[in-house]
């Protein structure tokens, strides 16, 4: 789908966030860690750069800054949101979203996934999934 499909890049501020600590007790996360990794991820940036069909993208936080690289299309390894490994695989399921299932490494746990969209009005839409919850954060670029 190369050259047709959006261009994630830039630098990205929240605007909005629902269900982010709902997202963490689905994945059987602490109430005390909930409530640091709430507090912490309130305010997140987002570095985005995109060549072609290979992203990198870097969240940084108060309290811990993480980096993924991946090329839609192609299997990657990652952690899931409360850090645990898994492998991804990303998918344009438009030109302008891209749809990503984890699949855990070890162990067991809630199904996991996420997708990145651009709206038409130039907004990042990110989801999580865990199980049946669903998160939705809203960025804007700086």
């Not at 059987?28 to 309130?42: D, E, P, Q, Y």
């Not at 992203?55 to 192609?74: A, D, E, K, M, N």
């Not at 645990?84 to 749809?99: A, G, H, N, V």
């Not at 746990?109 to 919850?133: H, K, Q, Y």
Request: proline share 3%.
């Amino acid at each position: 789908m190369e050259g047709n499909v959006a261009d994630f890049s830039g630098t990205w501020k929240m605007k909005s966030s629902e269900n982010f600590e709902e997202l963490l007790k689905a994945l059987g996360v602490n109430v005390f860690l909930r409530k640091i990794a709430v507090a912490a991820a309130s305010k997140p940036s987002v570095e985005i750069t995109q060549q072609g069909e290979t992203l990198s993208i870097q969240t940084s936080t108060s309290v811990r800054t993480t980096h993924v690289s991946f090329t839609v299309g192609q299997s990657f390894n990652e952690t899931t949101v409360d850090g645990r490994p898994c492998t991804s695989f990303p998918k344009w399921e438009t030109d302008r979203k891209i749809t990503c299932e984890q699949t855990l490494q070890k162990g067991e746990g809630p199904t996991t996934s996420w997708t990145r969209e651009l709206t038409n009005g130039g907004e990042l839409i990110l989801t999580m999934t865990a199980g049946d919850v669903v998160c939705t954060r809203v960025y804007e670029r700086e």
